[in-house]
């Protein structure tokens, strides 16, 4: 039974065979339909796999200038590839006149793309001198929602950010590292006694920087000037572009953590204007892309295996600080590949092909 | 074969059987021995077991007035055991001229008891009214003397800090939770759905608020005003206390990881002076009780793997806030079986042991 698709504009999809790709699957089949074609890209080696989008079967043709044929004005081009190759094929389509949203780092920096989270800044979409808009790394998306909402009544000073990221964030390869790791050390006594968890798990730790089981790494990215990592100032870059505060103090620690799905973050914001806790709480319910779990008493804070596999980001241990009553402390969860990729990138696309209706 | 013991106070270990106490009994094997008699006293249902100190098998007597019988003034109690416990019996052992070395939460509050790590404030442990010593908790333990390093030089202004706290600071409970947890989620695909991690679980979270394995939990202690945790709340204190800085401005989250020994911490410290990264690190370097390992380039930074069954607090990703030259960032693992407790207490004991050489 195959529907007809002759309304709506086609949605290429370019990495679609990846983490972020098959959560984006999945949604395109739950949220509200208002794709014309959907259409699967991916690297040669996938090319001919068959996935399921909207409960239909559909073949994953390989990213060549062919692949776009049929594209035009109107239709848009989500990648969730690597930098790289979003930079090489990006003008690709731009080209033909096709909308596109990158999820890569390619394009984060560049003035002429708007760098978008709905909840946030929506209204960027609309000026996109390059055809290009793009989302914001997982790490400022988990975030980024409940800090603008609390930027908008007391006006963001200065910001201190720890994270707990999620393996997922580095792909495929990044879950199944954790797992591989998490089986080797399992119903051991290892993790007690100096080298033990390295020796068990092996020279061989994917894409994180030292083993992952039983550990945290203070490690994510590329080094930079001064000991900072590219995605320390990646999130300290991206947080001043969303918020429109290019001169936010803004410090930022990344470690993974041995969770599988599920960014976590500490996060102590300073205000221009006084904060009243039960006030920032009721800020906070009301945002939009934002729950609040707020009840320790009643075992009730925001964890990452239970933000997985949902939309929002969750803000909890809402408290202000002890010693300055400007300053507020929060704990927020989201999924990575969601609100961090792939519900982003479908938000957008989803603002797009509004202006196209 | 017996060796003579004539010599060098006694020293009353009192819940030798605990997390904790085993750590301490391999190191009273190992570091230069001071003592006479070491006697090992832990609850009833422990009493009878034979452990092995200085390679002798020891009996473990019971926690009774009885046990502490022939101590007096010159020698020494160590106290690893819960507050409540420490409460009840360490004016037992003061009455008779014996100092004690508590642990727990009971007397660190106490302005009568010195709260001392012997790299930043040895000198404390001379004036203690009440006969006894307190050692602070392990979260503050872990940064304290990276932190009086730098303090020395820049005076500290304020404070920031995220835990990722190891199961083992909650005992052999919370080891054996983490373990059992890991063994149930492990080889399998958990951690990516909602509830899926709660679920495989089960119920018993052990001493944590939540399920740890693959997790991260933030909430450690006991419900406080305003949302804080008690834990939070000490780390505050004791910072304060042993860095005489009482109206210091600190800010706490504490987090519990899938981690099973060392915790970590990342910190962002403010001072009077501007900070410069080289010399702060050659402080660092110089620091007792610290190592840095900080090459980021050659994937050298503290990870609680390397640090567990180590003495040492590994302190590396030291850097200079971008938007404020009078800000340090790092981050720190240290032991918390041993730096946030045995290894301590040995050192505070023996300490006094040289005042009555």
């Known amino acids: 039974m195959t529907r007809t698709r002759s309304s709506g504009p086609a949605l290429a999809v370019v990495g679609a065979t990846g983490a972020v790709g098959s959560v984006?699957?999945?949604?395109?089949?739950?949220?509200a339909d208002v794709w014309g074609e959907i259409r699967l890209i991916a690297s040669a080696r996938s090319a001919g796999r068959?996935?399921?989008?909207?409960?239909e079967e559909t073949e994953v043709i390989a990213l060549t200038e062919d692949a776009f044929d049929g594209l035009g004005p109107g239709d848009i081009a989500l990648f969730l590839t690597p930098a790289d190759i979003s930079a090489r094929w990006a003008p690709v389509v731009t080209a033909r006149g096709t909308v596109v949203i990158d999820l890569s780092a390619a394009f984060r920096e560049d003035l002429e793309v708007p760098l978008v989270v709905p909840e946030v800044n929506g209204h960027a979409v609309r000026i996109r001198p390059r055809g290009i808009v793009a989302g914001p790394d997982c790490v400022t998306?988990?975030?980024?929602?409940?800090?603008?909402?609390?930027?908008s009544e007391y006006a963001l000073r200065d910001l201190v950010v720890s994270s707990y990221q999620a393996a997922s964030?580095?792909?495929?390869?990044?879950?199944?590292?954790?797992?591989?790791?998490?089986s080797l050390v399992a119903g051991t006594s290892l993790g007690e006694q100096p080298g033990d968890v390295r020796r068990a798990v092996g020279e061989d730790t994917g894409p994180?920087?030292?083993p992952l089981a039983l550990n945290v790494v203070p490690w994510s990215g590329e080094l930079r000037a001064d000991g900072w990592s590219s995605h320390e100032l990646a999130v300290r870059g991206e947080t001043r572009r969303i918020l429109q505060l290019e001169q936010l103090p803004v410090s930022v620690t990344c470690v993974q953590v041995p969770v599988l799905t599920g960014h976590s973050l500490t996060v102590r914001a300073r205000f221009e204007r006084e904060v009243e806790a039960a006030h920032a709480r009721e800020i906070l319910e009301a945002a939009p892309g934002v729950v609040l779990v707020d009840d320790p008493a009643a075992g009730e804070f925001p964890t990452p295996?239970?933000?997985?596999?949902?939309?929002?980001?969750?803000v909890g241990r809402v408290r202000v600080s002890l010693d300055d009553p400007y300053a507020l402390e929060f704990f927020v969860c989201a999924d990575n590949l969601r609100k961090g990729a792939a519900l982003?990138?479908?938000?957008?696309?989803?603002?797009?092909?509004?202006?196209?209706?």
């Open 24 to 31: 984006l699957l999945q949604m395109l089949s739950l949220r």
């Open 50 to 55: 068959m996935l399921v989008v909207r409960a």
């Open 141 to 151: 998306a988990t975030m980024i929602a409940a800090l603008g909402a609390l930027h």
């Open 169 to 182: 964030a580095a792909g495929r390869a990044g879950s199944e590292t954790l797992r591989r790791q998490q």
């Open 208 to 210: 994180f920087a030292a």
């Open 305 to 314: 295996v239970d933000a997985a596999g949902t939309d929002p980001a969750w």
């Open 344 to 357: 982003n990138a479908a938000q957008i696309a989803e603002l797009i092909a509004g202006e196209f209706a």
